[in-house]
């Protein structure tokens, strides 16, 4: 399915310049780390409200797309369809950290259920190859029921609505520690990506450089993001944002003709102040 940072995205993924900033408090807090090419996670967690702190401990960059599946499917029914632009209806997606730079955090906060998952990294390394198929992947089991007595959820300071094909914002984001939740107006599986512009350059630098072929030195710089949830879901993005221009992308490919989100106008730019 091919959820996941396309070869685009393999130049502009650099290691993240911002502040950590701190998950929020309630949530059972997991740490997973990414390494060439591998995830070092526990294999059960309980249900509940989860933040899952990604911390890339390699020298390329990563993410997790975490997948439900659904009753009697497995990780290998998961790699049989990889590859495909259009996502099985037994795979959901509550939330996750997005790509994350060598040496840097990212922390995303959702409600987890009972059941199978994976975690998956999709970002393509130089040679073309997606780390999924260098084998990082893995499963995870999630037990037990949904406490009985909700834990309160993370309160956000901004809101940020995906539709096909945009994003909209409750607020202006400032330059600071932002709370920021995350919702899913569909039709089709989005993520938000923020990618700081150096300076002196413009959305129309990153097109560019898109359109050459990558060559030379990007115009951005990653920093964090969160894949998923699915249509109708919501999740928890902790952010520290520097002051600046950023991008905001969605890399998911299209279910009609795969191009990334961001071809079909799902960029933003934005000032950070």
């Known amino acids: 399915m091919r959820i996941a940072v396309s070869a685009l995205s393999a130049g502009l993924i650099v290691a993240a310049c911002s502040p950590k900033a701190a998950p929020p408090a309630g949530a059972n807090v997991v740490t997973v780390v990414a390494t060439d090419y591998a995830f070092a ?4 967690l309980p249900a509940g409200l989860t933040t ?16 439900k599946l659904a009753a009697g499917k497995t ?15 037994w795979m959901s997606f509550p939330g996750s950290p997005g790509a994350t730079g060598p040496g840097d955090t990212t922390s995303t906060t959702q409600v987890l259920e009972a059941g199978q998952y994976i975690l998956a990294c999709y970002i393509t390394s130089p040679d073309g190859k997606m780390h999924i198929e260098k084998g990082m992947v893995r499963p995870l089991m999630v037990t037990g029921s949904l ?65 050459g072929g990558m060559k030379g030195p990007p115009p951005v710089t990653e920093a964090g993001g969160l894949v ?16 600046g221009k950023y991008l905001v992308l969605c890399f998911v490919p299209d279910e009609k003709d795969g191009k990334p989100h961001l071809m079909h106008g799902m960029m933003q730019e934005i000032t950070i102040s």
């Open 75 to 89: 990780l290998a029914d998961a790699q049989a369809v990889a590859m495909d632009t259009k996502i099985p209806d």
């Open 52 to 67: 899952l702190r990604l911390a890339n401990a390699g020298h390329e960059p990563h993410h997790i797309v975490l997948t």
């Open 147 to 211: 406490p009985s007595t909700a834990t309160a959820e993370p309160q956000s300071d901004v809101t940020v609505t995906m539709s096909d094909y945009a994003f909209a914002f409750s607020t202006p984001l400032t330059a600071g520690h932002h709370i920021i939740r995350v919702e899913n107006a569909g039709p089709q599986l989005h993520e938000i990506t923020f990618a700081k512009l150096n300076e002196g350059k413009s959305m129309q630098d990153f097109v560019a450089w898109g359109q």
């Open 41 to 44: 996670a526990p294999d059960t």
């Open 228 to 243: 998923g949830p699915t249509k109708g879901g919501h999740a928890f993005l902790t952010t520290n944002l520097a002051p």
